[in-house]
Nanobody, 127 residues
Framework: QAQLVESGGGKVQTGDSLRLSCAASGRTFADYAMAWFRQAPGKEREFVAGITWTGDTTLYADSVKGRFTISRENAKITMYLTMENLKPEDTAIYYC????????????????????WGQGTQVTVSS
């Protein structure tokens, strides 16, 4: 059974860094765009960053541009989100997702375009 499993979340202070990982199992996701979303309490799930299957094209939400970096290692079937200069407003549950449309040239920003989701990992940033 296909699965995405996130890890690397935790409690940090403003200005700290974290790296989230998303490990895939049960099938290959190497041919598919993937993304990170997040959901804060009382808010809708929002797009954070996306990456095409080749890793050549990435997209970021304006709120994280310049601070977060998305990457993937298809050989390891793993995707990463490196988060730097974290702010309290980055506090949320972070989810990884895979879009099962083959060979997307641009990652989608809408959660509805993604077919597989992980269970999420909590990131808490204190001031």
């Amino acid at each position: 059974q296909a699965q995405l499993v996130e890890s690397g979340g935790g409690k940090v202070q403003t200005g700290d860094s974290l790296r989230l990982s998303c490990a895939a199992s049960g099938r290959t996701f190497a041919d598919y765009a993937m993304a990170w979303f997040r959901q804060a309490p009382g808010k809708e799930r929002e797009f954070v960053a996306g990456i095409t299957w080749t890793g050549d094209t990435t997209l970021y939400a304006d709120s994280v541009k310049g601070r977060f970096t998305i990457s993937r290692e298809n050989a390891k079937i793993t995707m990463y989100l490196t988060m730097e200069n974290l702010k309290p407003e980055d506090t949320a549950i972070y989810y990884c997702a895979a879009d099962m449309g083959l060979y997307r040239v641009t990652p989608a920003r809408s959660a509805g375009e993604y077919d597989f989701w992980g269970q999420g990992t909590q990131v808490t940033v204190s001031s």
